[in-house]
């Protein structure tokens, strides 16, 4: 795991509406993922955001769909996938996945990817935005999508 060669992309994304959707399992994950999203949104100035809890990551792409035809600018969806010993780990992964860019793409409006699939909950932890984690994935979702937004903006006038 590396943030080498990651972008700075810290935006000044004021104004901007925006919609947090989390899945609800893995608790200690998901409270890390969200709050890196949040800190994420208050330094790009983003003050009009809803948070929206999702059953499970499979339910990440019907929640931000909905979110991203009422008028929300930015989507950002939080999950995290633990590989288990079963193939639900590829489905649910891949049915989120391709979900979320299905959105994005049909929609217009950028979505945050801030699904983790981990082989482990140590990967998972890692990766959080917790004290002790690597990387803070939940920040990193949201400044992709501001920074999308702003080019956007840019590209559609």
């Known amino acids: 795991m ?3 060669g990651a972008p700075s992309l810290h935006v000044d994304a004021a104004g901007a509406r925006v919609a947090v959707v989390a899945s609800s399992w893995h608790d200690e994950v998901m409270d890390g993922l969200l709050a890196g999203a ?4 208050a330094d790009a100035g983003v003050t009009d955001v809803t948070v929206l ?3 499970g990551s499979f339910e990440l792409p019907i929640i931000a769909q909905a979110c991203a035809t009422s008028g929300y600018d930015a989507v950002i969806a939080l999950g995290v996938i633990i590989r288990g010993g079963t193939p639900h780990f590829e489905y649910v992964s891949a049915a989120a996945t391709d979900g979320l860019a ?3 793409l049909d929609t217009g409006v950028p979505v945050g990817f801030g699904l983790l699939t981990c082989d482990d909950e ?3 932890l890692d990766r959080a935005g917790l004290p002790d ?3 803070d994935k939940g920040r990193e979702a949201v400044e992709a999508a501001l ?3 702003t080019v956007l903006r840019g590209v559609r006038g």
């Open 147 to 149: 920074a999308t937004w």
């Open 2 to 4: 590396s943030g080498h």
């Open 122 to 124: 140590q990967q998972a």
């Open 38 to 41: 949040q800190t994420a949104l």
């Open 133 to 135: 984690s690597r990387e």
């Open 53 to 55: 809890r999702a059953p």
């Open 102 to 104: 299905r959105v994005a």
